[in-house]
């Protein structure tokens, strides 16, 4: 199996690694001290198992767990006794293992893993929609290796600068390095719209439309002629 290794502790990732070198199927194809960058990695690798640790800064290993998209069988590893019970509230989750780990106590969670199989297709469509239920709610945007988590429909205004784009919200405004069209994926088409290849607005958000611009907040927004035809449809005109 291949495995990855996630604990912000440099000393507790070397002992995993020393605990998988004694399990000859067993491998471990990269360490991080993050779940942020394990995320990254998920998304574009597959693997079997996972060893993370739940109290990490910023972002807790049940964070970590409940952004995969598709996650893969976990083993949990914690100096923390008293979080199983939410642990094993995860399907995927396989075991529980409590630090200072043994060898013994290792191998069984990896036993368990070898035998474990993921939810039957049925039942993992089931987990990913009650995933996309909850990420129509909310979006995570990474800043300064922080994941910081959006309401969705506090969102107003999406704005594009170059690499970067703008996100402006009831409260606050952040700005981070991606694309109009990457976050447009990401957002209820019922409520947000592209009116111009710079922005995307909240159609629920707007005060007053003028000609070719729109009144959100006290933002002025242009709209495209292409766009406008759009527009107008979603608008619940009298």
Known sequence: MNCIIVDDEETARAIIVQLCKQVDNLNVVKEFSNAIEAIK?????????????????????FDFIQTLKNPPKFILTT???NLALEAFEYDFVIDYLVKPLSLPRFLK????????????PANSKNFDNENKTNSDHTLYINIDRRLIKIAILSIYLIEAKGDYITIKTDKKNYTVHSTLKKIEEKLP????????????????KIIDIEDNSVLIAK?????SRSNR?????????L
């Open 109 to 120: 969670g990896v036993k368990k893993a070898e035998k474990f199989s993921l939810k039957s």
């Open 79 to 81: 100096s923390d006794r």
């Open 229 to 237: 035809p759009e527009l107008m449809k979603r608008l619940n005109l």
């Open 41 to 61: 990695f998920l998304n574009n690798e597959k693997i079997d198992l996972v060893f993370s640790d739940i109290h990490m800064p910023g972002f807790t290993g």
């Open 219 to 223: 933002d002025v927004i242009p709209v």
């Open 189 to 204: 088409n019922t409520v947000f719209l592209k009116v111009h290849r710079s922005y995307i607005i909240n159609i629920q």
